[in-house]
């Protein structure tokens, strides 16, 4: 083994496994720290501390306790929900993490709008509501009227976020917001957030900070499903913006990093630019991007990000100047409707140009609509020197691909599968 332990807060999901496998790879003895009834870490960690996440004393306090008895030198985390706690945790020991107290502004998003608001950020305007009278009074309060935007404090995936278009679904979209909470949320969060909807294109800027520097690894345009419910279907980096409109955006994403106090990690900062090259900051996560991104970095831009994160947790220098100058897409299965998935032909198999791909629904088994991120049934990369080539590809893959989904599932059916997705942000 060479250089100090790495601990993993929830080493479950494949952004944690890849930080994991990263690890490894160097020789350090790779720990996590699990919720008592959360997902088995994989891959198997030397040890691991059991705690609640929900109590984030006590679980700095076990972690703190469990990391400094095993020599731990770096603790990561990609799981969005536990970013805070890896702030106070990083504090606690004297590692390398984001200001922790900060941290949580890069999770409640009525925090969030907040702290950038008074950086001088462009973010939509927000309300938080409690009850019902407060939430008419936003909806009066908007000014432009519909569309507007009614999501929950601090989920994620885009859970419980509806947009709405009339006065008639601001309840139930209230309603939808206030049960989609995320894992470890506690007793503590009572309201939901109105806000004014942002026009314009979505993307994402991937970003690594390191002792207060920021690079800007790329720009990713998303697909995103319209209607109602807002699901991510696809990223594509890197994107060229018009370099005043690159300009602009990374200045709004160095403000809003700095807001939310990172200082050394990944971030994740979705905005939205609309005809006139004006940027809108949607929300900003103190992690690795999900949904493959690191993937894509990988095959595109040549930069290991898992590695390079690990680094920064580690406090040593990271590599992160591209070595390649391609182009990585992925596009996100979705079933046409809620039900049963009795066939699936045409999905791609793994081969050149395609490095990566994933499918979690099994034959026989339910699916939702796709509601929110969680509901997405499995994914394919498609990696190439030329952006228009690779678009194009993909594309056609999606294609031909054939679900056939039975519109009638067993009572029980919805409910297995709201409590096996409720904590995955990605599949
Ligand atoms: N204010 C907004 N204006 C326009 N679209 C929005 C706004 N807020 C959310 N959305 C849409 O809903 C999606 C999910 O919302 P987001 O705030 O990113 O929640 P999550 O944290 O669950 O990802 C966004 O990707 C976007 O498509
Ligand atoms: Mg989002």
């Not at 409640?108 to 009074?137: F, I």
């Not at 996560?285 to 991104?293: M, N, S, T, Y």
């Not at 056609?396 to 297995?416: F, G, H």
Request: glycine share 10%; charged share 20%.
């Amino acid at each position: 083994m060479t250089g100090p332990a790495v601990l993993l807060l929830d080493a479950a999901g494949p952004e944690s496994a890849a930080l994991a496998r990263a690890a490894a790879k160097r020789g350090h003895q790779v720990h996590a720290a699990t919720a008592a009834d959360g997902p088995a870490p994989a891959p198997e960690p030397a040890g691991q501390v059991v705690t609640d996440f929900a109590r984030p004393d006590r679980a700095v306090e076990d972690i703190t306790a469990y990391a400094r008895h095993r020599g731990v030198g770096a603790v990561l985390t990609a799981n969005e929900y536990l970013t805070g706690l890896a702030a106070l945790v990083c504090a606690e020991l004297g590692l390398p993490g984001n200001d922790p107290h900060l941290a949580h502004a890069a999770r409640d998003k009525a925090a969030m709008a907040s702290v950038l608001t008074a950086a001088g950020v462009r973010v939509p305007y927000t309300r938080l509501v409690h009850d019902d009278t407060e939430l008419q009074d936003a909806l009066a309060d908007l000014g432009a009227g519909f569309p507007c935007v009614i999501k929950p404090v601090s989920s994620a995936g885009s859970a419980g976020v509806t947009v709405v278009t009339s006065a008639a679904q601001a309840a139930p979209a209230a309603d939808t917001a206030r049960m989609a909470r995320g894992p470890y949320s506690g007793q503590g969060e009572a309201g939901i957030l109105v806000q004014a909807y942002a026009t314009g294109d979505e993307y994402s800027v991937e970003s690594v900070t390191q002792d207060a520097h920021t690079t800007h690894l790329a720009v990713t345009r998303k697909q995103v499903t319209g209607g109602a419910r807002r699901v991510e279907t696809g990223h594509s980096l890197p994107v060229r913006l018009p370099p005043a409109t690159e300009t602009a955006v990374h200045r709004e994403v160095d403000a809003a990093i700095h807001a939310v106090g990172i200082r050394h990690g990944a971030s994740h900062t979705e905005v939205v630019i609309d005809p006139d090259g004006r940027c809108t900051v949607i929300e900003i996560a103190a992690r690795l991007g999900a949904g493959h991104i690191g993937i894509l970095l990988q095959h595109a831009l040549g930069i290991d990000v898992f590695a390079a994160l690990l680094d920064v947790a580690l406090g040593r220098p990271a590599a992160l100047t591209p070595t390649a100058h391609g182009h990585a897409t992925v596009r996100f299965i979705t079933a046409p409707h809620s039900g049963r998935l009795t066939s699936l032909t045409g999905f791609p198999k793994r081969g050149p140009g395609v490095p990566f791909v994933r499918w979690r629904a099994a034959i026989g088994g339910p699916v939702n609509a796709a509601g929110a991120n969680a509901d997405r049934l499995g994914c394919f990369v498609v990696t190439g020197p030329d952006a228009a080539e690779v678009e194009q590809r993909a594309d056609t893959l999606l294609r031909q691909i054939r679900l056939q989904v039975d519109p009638t599932p067993a009572p029980d059916d919805r409910d297995q599968l709201s409590s096996a997705s409720r904590s995955a942000i990605a599949p």
